[in-house]
């Protein structure tokens, strides 16, 4: 009897055995279920996460965009304002230089007034041409009567057209009716280079002054287009040659294409 029991009391256990397994595995694989659903939680919650990160960048961004839009349009229009000033002031000049003389073209000392007051008006432009150079002084060219021949705008290509209340800055000179220089103002033609004719230009020295004070200053005072032509006639290093070489050619090309547009020009 003691037999039996001990075996059956074995067939219990083996019969047991499994029922505790299968209990453990099911509490494991719940226990990886949630996990799982961690994961996935967790993963989600990033993937929110990305997307809200994605979308404030993408609203920053336009906002930036358009903040950029805004101040471009806003130096658009001080520019056209700041033009439209400028070609006012030129022709306003132009008339009370008009009324003034009676129509008549100006000569000697008025002229010489007249190219002052207007380099004067620019004086902040040409101050920082002279700093630029780093020379004592430059020469700059400014309009006091019409030119005598004209042709159409546009006509001549690599030619400068200085209007009244315009300022060029003059680098050299082909000693008789021609030069090449650099517009200074308006502010619309700042830093285009090229050829244009002496006729009805009068010239300006700005020159770097010293006063008492020790303060320095521009001074501008009136020239002529002698010294502008001695000052082309300096031969300099082999640099200056071959730069002086070059803008010849180009005032040279100007002269031909200008007198083939210009009937009355006698060529």
């Known amino acids: 009897e003691q037999e039996q029991e001990q075996e059956q009391e074995e067939e219990d256990q083996k019969e047991d055995r499994p029922l505790i397994v299968t209990q453990h595995d099911e509490e494991v694989s719940k226990e990886c279920d949630d996990e799982e659903d961690e994961d996935e939680a967790g993963e989600e919650e990033k993937e929110d996460e990305a997307k809200t990160a994605t979308k404030k960048r993408k609203k920053k961004k336009s906002k930036s965009e358009k903040k950029r839009q805004q101040l471009q349009q806003q130096e658009q229009k001080q520019q056209d304002e700041t033009s439209q000033k400028e070609e006012a002031a030129a022709k306003e000049q132009e008339a009370s230089a008009a009324s003034t003389t009676g129509g008549k073209r100006l000569e000697d000392s008025p002229a010489d007034r007249l190219a002052v007051f207007t380099a004067k008006l620019n004086e902040a432009v040409i101050s920082a041409e002279v700093r630029q150079s780093g020379k004592r002084s430059v020469l700059v060219a400014v309009r006091v009567n019409p030119p005598v021949l004209t042709v159409p705008a546009g006509a001549v290509k690599d030619m400068l057209t200085i209007d009244m209340g315009s300022v060029a800055c003059i680098e050299v000179s082909d000693g008789r009716d021609w030069c090449f220089g650099t517009m200074l103002a308006p502010k619309s033609l700042a830093g285009t280079r090229g050829s244009f004719r002496k006729d009805g230009l009068r010239v300006v020295s700005a020159e770097v002054a010293r006063l008492p004070t020790g303060d320095v200053k521009i001074a501008l005072l009136p020239s002529s287009w ?17 730069k002086r070489k070059a803008l010849s050619s180009r005032m040279k090309a100007a002269e031909v294409a200008w007198k083939a547009s210009n009937p009355k020009s006698g060529s």
Do not use: Y
């Open 226 to 242: 002698e010294e502008v032509d001695r000052l082309s006639l300096q031969s300099g290093n082999t640099q200056d040659r071959l």
